[in-house]
């Protein structure tokens, strides 16, 4: 059983940035694919960033350039560099793994975590 907990969400103006932590527990990460969904009101939840196992990563094309996800397996972490925000990035963001990338990628993992609020305004 792998537990997620996020971390790091608030309020920022548009034009700053945020960095989000996902630190897990119950099992050792290494071996899992890890990712960001966000979900805002009215809205299906929708995929920010994933990353394997082996560190490849990918991005929805409405974040590329502006957010970074990355793991420390050696702290059982996943991060989310968010940078540029902008009002439409407002939203929950959650955490996410599965032993498999294709299950992150497609918004079937296994885990999820609880969600961190994330709110971009003026």
């Known amino acids: 059983q792998v537990q997620l907990v996020e971390s790091g969400g608030g309020l920022v103006q548009p034009g700053g940035s945020l960095r989000l932590s996902c630190a897990a527990s119950?099992?050792?990460?290494?071996?899992?694919?890890m990712g960001w969904y966000r979900q805002a009101p009215g809205t299906q939840r929708e995929l920010v960033a994933g990353?394997?196992?082996?560190?490849?990563?990918l991005y929805a094309d409405s974040v590329k350039g502006r957010f970074t996800i990355s793991r420390d397996n050696a702290e059982n972490m996943v991060y989310l560099r968010m940078n540029t925000l902008k009002p439409e990035d407002t939203a929950v963001y959650y955490c996410?793994?599965?032993?498999?990338?294709?299950?992150?990628?497609?918004?079937?993992?296994?885990?999820w975590g609880q969600g961190t609020q994330v709110t971009v305004s003026s």
């Open positions: 119950g099992t050792i990460i290494s071996s899992y694919a």
């Open positions: 990353i394997s196992s082996d560190g490849g990563s």
């Open positions: 996410c793994a599965d032993r498999q990338y294709s299950r992150v990628l497609l918004r079937t993992p296994t885990y």
